[in-house]
């Protein structure tokens, strides 16, 4: 079952599940999606992963009754159930609605904030029982593919998938990190006017911050944690964990951090995915809605 707020993503969201292989069904009437379940669990053996999207334009929609009904079929259904919600800061919504110039759906007589405010409302004892959680606000397209793919691809390779990713604290925290380290203790290039306008992809900027006599110890230190962790994870049934390493700035030493520590971990972790999400940040970020 894919919900969540309207701009939030979830059209995408169902285009990439498609994409994957997943049979998609969108906004069928509540009472029509009852029938659809019903018959999808007497085939459940003979038929590709089913992905379910409803929202507030479902016709008879009702949060509780929703919430009934993936109780009952989480207890009586020969597949596993799964809610996924996606959402966004609201002052994002706001802007992905503006830029599109689409309508909200509950927006007809009133701004598009009054209608985000009043959709979050309806929809607000479904997001409290969802079994993942997706906030686009920060999200690419790219990031949602990621995102759906490393949870819901029926092609996705075994074993815990690690993302890393640098970031600025200017431009606040990757809403999808699991594990933050903030490494603004470490001498910073950017005050150095040769080292300024490069990267922590460049040998110099690297030798600067490998000169810092917390570097070390630090990256020991980590490593030896995260040899810890990453195991309990995999245990634990976690599918995919994003770790972040921040800066000031996001281009010199939170970038050498996650670079260096992508390389490590892939000798911990089955997989793993390296990114800076704001290293060459655009003007704007592309809304996956």
């Not at 998609?24 to 509540?30: A, E, F, T, W």
Request: aromatic share 6%; with cysteine.
């Amino acid at each position: 079952m894919v919900s969540g707020m309207s701009g939030a993503g979830k059209s995408s969201a169902l285009k990439i599940l498609e994409d994957m292989g997943w049979e998609v069904v969108d906004n069928l009437p509540l009472n029509l999606l009852e029938r659809l379940l019903e018959a999808e669990n007497v085939s459940a053996d003979e038929t590709p992963p089913l992905a379910v999207g409803i929202d507030t334009r479902t016709r008879g929609f009702d949060a509780g009754h929703l919430v009934d009904m993936l109780k009952t079929l989480r207890t009586g259904s020969r597949r596993s159930v799964e809610l996924c919600f996606l959402d966004a800061d609201p002052d994002v919504l706001q802007r992905r609605f503006t830029e599109t110039r689409r309508r909200h759906p509950l927006a007809a007589d009133r701004t598009v904030m009054d209608g985000i405010r009043m959709e979050r409302r309806m929809l607000e004892v479904l997001r409290e029982r969802t079994d993942e959680m997706i906030d686009t606000s920060e999200f690419a397209l790219p990031d949602l593919r990621r995102v759906l793919g490393a949870r819901y691809s029926p092609e996705r390779p075994a074993g815990l998938q690690v993302f890393v990713t640098s970031f600025s604290y200017r431009h606040g925290l990757p809403r999808d990190a699991d594990l933050v380290f903030d490494v603004r203790f470490l001498r910073n290039p950017h005050y150095v006017p040769a080292l300024k306008p490069g990267t922590g992809l460049d040998e110099d900027v690297r030798a600067h911050i490998r000169a810092d006599e917390a570097w070390e110890p630090f990256v020991e230190k980590t490593t030896d944690m995260l040899a810890l962790l990453l195991p309990r994870y995999g245990s634990e049934g976690k599918s995919y964990l994003t770790i972040a390493f921040g800066c000031t700035g996001g281009r010199h030493r939170s970038v050498y951090a996650a670079s260096l520590f992508g390389q490590r971990l892939r000798g911990l972790a089955d997989h793993v995915t390296v990114r800076h999400r704001d290293l060459d940040r655009p003007g704007v970020i592309p809304s996956p809605a």
